[in-house]
Nanobody, 116 residues
């Protein structure tokens, strides 16, 4: 059972990036999936979430509303946040979490650096 976050990197302000949260050993569509980030010297912030079992519900923090879109590809057992119009304040380590009842899995984190 594993959850792996990937796709981070260096991007310029105004640019776009798509992260991935891929599950192995369990069906990710059974789980609500959330994305969190932790910027240097700051606490962890919840930024986005998508509901389980095809419910279609999504949540975005004010800091990313209008710029981030979260989606699922159930065939690939993966959740993607598409990030656009990135700002320097988006620089952080990004983590994904899958949760269903009392079951919870965390990915290892992927670093996004927004800099010119």
């Amino acid at each position: 059972v594993q959850l792996q976050a990937s796709g981070g990197g260096l991007v310029r302000p105004g640019g776009s990036l798509r992260l991935s949260c891929a599950a192995s050993g369990f069906r990710l569509d059974h789980y609500a999936v959330g994305w969190f980030r932790q910027a240097p010297g700051k606490g962890r912030e919840g930024i986005s979430c998508v509901s389980s079992f095809g419910g279609g519900g999504t949540y975005y923090a004010d800091s990313v509303t209008g710029r981030f879109t979260i989606s699922r590809d159930n065939a690939k057992n993966t959740v993607y946040p598409q990030m656009t119009n990135l700002k320097t304040d988006d620089t952080a380590v990004y983590y994904c979490n899958a949760r269903w009842g009392d079951k919870s899995f965390w990915g290892q984190g992927t670093l996004v650096t927004v800099s010119s």
